[in-house]
């Protein structure tokens, strides 16, 4: 098995003004670091392994800052784990888009359904669990990745059976889910919010 500890990226000024980023690769503004190296202080009591992360900047920045706290080597990225495609959403406020679109399970052109991206993400964790299982041992390796909410959100709801995370539970920039990975498996250990 591998543990698999999925850290949301740190603060963006478009996460700041509540607009929809999806694949549009927004930087971390200053908050965004400091909800890194915040994220990484509360990692530090447990022991980590490797460190893998969306492509995207935001991610890959607070992957890089926690990888540097931690003393681990430089973040794996791995494109699968990139946040929800929005379409046509994607710049727009979340008011404007809830106005638009209703909610966020209805058809937007262009854009990636959730199942979708749990389809997408559960095959990237699967390939982190098989990659980190052969670059070292012991086999039941911990490691960190740098993701999204929508990707951490669309993954809790299809371990859950659709029952996490409950309506208004936000997924907050420098959260960490732990999730446990087996051959074909992936099941939720624990959600808690880092800051």
């Known amino acids: 098995m591998t543990l698999l500890t999925l850290v949301r990226h740190g603060q963006t000024d478009w996460n700041l003004a ?3 980023q999806g694949s549009t690769d927004i930087p971390l503004n200053e908050k965004g670091r ?15 392994h490797a460190i893998y992360s969306s492509p995207l900047a935001r991610a890959r920045e ?6 540097t706290q931690l003393g681990l080597g430089a973040p794996v990225l ?16 979340v008011s404007e888009y809830m106005q638009t679109y209703g909610d966020w399970q209805s058809p937007v052109p262009g854009a990636e359904t959730l ?26 390796e911990s490691v960190i ?21 409950r309506d208004g539970d936000p997924i907050v920039n420098g959260s960490a889910h732990r999730f446990e990975a087996s051959p074909g498996m992936l099941r939720l250990l624990d959600q808690s919010v880092l800051i």
């Open 145 to 165: 990745v740098v993701a999204h909410g929508g990707v951490i959100r669309s993954l809790i709801a299809h371990v859950s059976g659709g029952t996490l995370p």
């Open 62 to 67: 607070t992957a890089e800052i926690i990888a």
């Open 115 to 140: 199942e979708e991206v749990a389809e997408r993400s559960m095959g990237a964790l699967d390939a982190i669990a098989r990659d980190s299982r052969r670059r070292s041992t012991p086999l039941a």
């Open 34 to 48: 400091a909800d890194a190296r915040t994220a990484a202080e509360r990692l530090e009591g447990t022991t980590h």
């Open 18 to 20: 509540r607009r929809i």
């Open 78 to 93: 791995v494109p699968d784990i990139r946040e929800r495609e929005f379409g046509e959403g994607e710049g727009m406020l």
